[in-house]
Structures are given as structure tokens and as C-alpha cells.
């Protein structure tokens, strides 16, 4: 079992960057494929991006991608999340999730992912 924790959100103005850690406990972050998710007030959890097991292969939703950049470095047992180009729509509470599975054929639901952080709080103003 793996235990994570999401730090890094805050308040920034549109047009700017943040960029989001997920530190790992428990066990190797590298045994597991790792993703990121994000809900809004009002709205439900939806898929941001997935790194495969080693970071080599990613997978983005159409709604952040050539914005925000997942990675991950498993030697500190850390993923991350950098977002650029911020607007108003992004702001959400992000979760990052680990579980076994790795495609890009699709876009990833919850069930796909075993164990979740609490999340941090992203706020973008105009």
C-alpha cells in the first residue's frame, strides 16, 4: 500500500504556472502507474494525466494538453505536475492517484487508480 500527499496549489492569476508534487510513502513509487485528477466545486473528479511506471510514456486529457506536464521522479518518490498557461477553468482540487494500469487509448476514470491522496486546492483568478 502506498500513502500520498499532494502539496503545492495555491491562488495565481491567469496566465501563469504552478507546479504540483505528490510525495509517495509506503512503498516505491515506482511500482505503480500515477496520474493526476482534479475536481471542481459542483463537478466531478475528472482525468487530468497519467505517467507510465517509469515517466517514459504520458497521457493527457484534451482540456490540459500542451498546458500542463506530468513527471515523475521515482528516485525521490515524487510526481509532479507543472501548470502553465493557467486560466479560471482550471481551478479545482487535485488528487494524485497510483494504480497498475497504463493505456493511451482512452482517457482514465477513477476505478482505474487504488490509492488517492487528499488533494490540493488550485484557484486561478481572472
Known amino acids: 500500500q502506498v500513502r500520498l500527499v499532494e502539496s503545492g496549489g495555491g491562488l495565481v492569476q491567469a496566465g501563469n504556472s504552478l507546479r504540483l508534487s505528490c510525495a509517495a510513502s509506503?512503498?516505491?513509487?515506482?511500482?505503480?502507474?500515477m496520474g493526476w485528477f482534479r475536481q471542481a466545486p459542483g463537478k466531478e473528479r475528472e482525468f487530468v494525466a497519467v505517467?507510465?511506471?517509469?515517466?517514459?510514456?504520458?497521457y493527457y486529457s484534451d482540456s490540459v494538453k500542451g498546458r500542463f506536464t506530468i513527471s515523475r521522479d521515482n528516485d525521490k518518490n515524487t510526481l509532479y505536475l507543472q501548470m502553465n498557461s493557467l486560466k479560471p477553468e482550471d481551478t479545482a482540487a487535485y488528487y494524485c492517484a497510483a494504480g497498475m494500469k497504463f493505456y493511451t487509448s482512452r482517457s482514465y476514470s477513477q476505478g482505474d487508480f487504488d490509492f488517492w491522496g487528499q488533494g490540493t486546492s488550485v484557484t486561478v483568478s481572472s
Open positions: 509506503g512503498r516505491t513509487l515506482s511500482a505503480y502507474v
Open positions: 505517467a507510465s511506471w517509469s515517466g517514459s510514456a504520458t
